[in-house]
């Protein structure tokens, strides 16, 4: 996969961040610690391995899956939050160590060891799948689907991280909330090189009458999307690039993740020709382009993408940059939305007060 320019210029820049970041704390660890001063070109070397490993092992992960790579990508992915939360605990320190004019050094060591706890945390709460119980009431709802239940599982990231027992606790769950139809709008894959249909053949044991629909996402687009395409279609996984189908009266569309960007989506959305006497659902990845939705006439958009921030402060981030439609159930006028966090995690394996869900949606 070919890097543009304007991306890779902005990756360099955050490499060279994390290379001075790396650089700070290990200032920090040696002015608040002196007791690792006789292991600091150790430490020194360390840091300086960890500081560009994520990079480097995600480049990595997309060329090969061997088990050094993964065992290598999920320590650098648990090392980026852990980095993050030392660098403000030495930020923390320094600004007690100042204030009490240098006489309370205790605290680096409750700020850091807190930093230690968080990631423990992130790591653990990240295993943990949630339900989120929804009740939505659509238009012209087709009596067949009143008081049916779907589920909405969205980016499960089945790759080098998340395998083969992750898929099979996802299904569990969903098996036992007995859903009439399963919605996964985007990311089912990592987007790295791995075996695509083995992952995806699980899901031919998720029991749902009506079947599971499914819009790329951004992480398809990582991988060669056709592999990705062709290993959900062998296990019985209905595409929707751009397509609408009708499900006992009740239509349902799915936005390719390519076409979300195009300056011409209103008119892909035309091209649907949805009935808007007819109630309606619209898969599609990124919580975006809201209003053009609206107007085109959906009952009901759903989404991920976000992973609601996955680590924090991420979720300050993702509120902002969404306009405070990255998570959860939202109205724009005539148009209902829901936003999941998603069931599994990108990069590192962590979520930080954000939670791992997959949502039982009840029709009204």
């Known amino acids: 996969m070919k890097i543009p320019k304007t991306i890779f210029y902005f990756l360099a820049l955050i490499q060279v961040v994390l290379i001075l970041g790396h650089w700070a704390l290990f200032a920090s660890v040696l002015f608040f610690f002196p007791s690792f001063a006789p292991y600091k070109y150790w ?5 300086g391995i960890l500081s560009v490993s994520f990079f480097s092992l995600s480049l990595a992960e997309h060329k090969s899956e061997n088990p050094l790579v993964r065992f290598g990508y999920i320590i650098s992915g648990v090392w980026m939050p852990t980095w993050l939360y030392f660098i403000l605990a ?13 006489n309370i050094w205790y ?3 409750l700020f850091f060891t807190a930093a230690i706890v968080l990631s423990i945390y992130g790591i653990i709460n990240a295993r943990v799948l949630r339900v989120i ?3 939505v009431s659509i238009p012209n709802l087709p009596e067949y689907w009143k008081g049916k239940t779907a589920v909405l599982a ?21 098996n036992a909330l007995k859903p009439e139809i399963v919605f996964i709008p985007g990311d089912f894959f990592d987007g790295v090189k791995t075996d695509f ?14 079947g599971i629909y499914f819009c790329s996402g951004n992480h398809e687009m990582f991988a060669n999307y056709k592999d990705c395409e062709q290993a959900l ?11 609408l189908t009708e499900v006992e009266g009740l239509q349902i569309a799915g936005i390719a993740y390519k076409s979300e960007t195009m300056p011409d989506f209103e008119k892909i959305l035309e091209a649907l020709h949805l009935d808007r006497n007819k109630a309606s659902i619209l898969l599609k990845h990124v919580p975006l382009q809201l209003e053009e939705v609206r107007n085109a006439g959906f009952n ?3 989404s991920g993408h976000t992973h609601r921030g996955q680590v924090w402060p991420g979720r300050y981030m993702t509120k902002r940059y969404y306009s405070g439609f990255d998570y959860g159930y939202k109205i724009l006028g005539s148009l209902q939305i829901y936003i999941s966090s998603g069931a599994g995690t990108w990069g590192p394996p962590m979520r930080t007060f954000t939670n791992s869900e997959v949502v039982e949606i009840t029709f009204e």
């Open 197 to 210: 249909n083995a992952l995806a053949k699980e899901f031919k044991k998720v029991l749902a009458p009506q």
């Open 233 to 243: 279609s062998s296990a019985g996984i209905h595409i929707l690039e751009n397509e």
């Open 133 to 135: 119980r929804l009740r």
């Open 107 to 109: 605290f680096p060591c």
């Open 43 to 47: 430490l020194l070397g360390l840091l």
């Open 90 to 102: 030495s930020a923390a320190s320094f600004v007690v160590f100042f204030i009490s004019g240098g």
């Open 300 to 302: 009901l958009q759903l």
């Open 154 to 174: 969205t980016d499960i990231h089945l790759g080098h991280v998340l395998k083969k027992g992750f898929a099979q606790k996802v299904i569990k769950k969903i």
